[in-house]
């Protein structure tokens, strides 16, 4: 299946330490740097001009606040599709029968967990069937693959780490300093 698409895919910002109970883990939120995470995100979104035709985020708390943050954030107003697909139990083929119902859309935006959506990434981008590229994506990283070829193409990938690196950088004077006597 070859899609027209540019998908980025976000795995979830910070949200604390795991629960020992499912059903407690299910429900765990994000905490103050999630959040701020989620602002990052969104400022990179906003900065480099993405317009999302859809928002497709696991049903779990983390993710769901993970895509209304960047949503709110980018000016987003259309709801956000919740698939089971992005759970961390989730399979490769219903992730791609999940982007089969988007494929009408140019830009969509899945929000999820690890490892599932490293091993998607990767089976993406493999050029064998069958193989894996192994991708990185820590809590709020966002790649960005072209998955209209085949092998798809990773365009992107960053991470908040390197988001506030580089807001810092810029919060500065951007001029060279030079003595001028």
């Known amino acids: ?7 980025y895919i976000l795995r979830h910002a910070s949200a604390g330490s795991r629960r020992r109970n499912p059903l407690f883990d299910r429900r765990r939120g994000l905490d103050r740097e999630g959040k701020q995470q989620c ?8 900065a480099i001009g993405v317009n999302f035709d859809a928002i497709v985020s696991s049903p779990l ?3 769901l606040q993970t895509a209304s943050l960047v949503a709110t ?9 919740a698939d089971a697909s992005l759970e961390p139990s989730g399979k490769f083929a219903d992730f791609e029968t999940m982007l089969g ?11 999820g967990h690890n490892p599932n959506l490293s091993q998607f990434a990767g089976a993406l981008i493999s050029a064998q069937r069958g193989a894996r590229a192994n991708l990185r994506l ?6 960005r693959i072209d998955v209209s070829r085949r092998p798809a193409q990773l365009l992107g990938l960053v991470d908040t780490r390197a988001l506030r690196q580089f807001q810092a950088s810029v919060a500065k004077s951007s001029r060279r300093k030079t003595s001028r006597k």
């Open 138 to 143: 820590r809590k709020g990283a966002l790649a």
């Open 73 to 81: 954030e980018i000016g987003f107003e259309q709801k956000i599709a």
């Open 39 to 46: 602002l990052l995100i969104g400022a990179y979104l906003n």
């Open 61 to 63: 708390k983390r993710s």
């Open 1 to 7: 299946m070859i899609l027209p698409m540019i998908l």
């Open 101 to 111: 119902k988007h494929a009408g859309q140019e830009i969509v935006l899945v929000v």
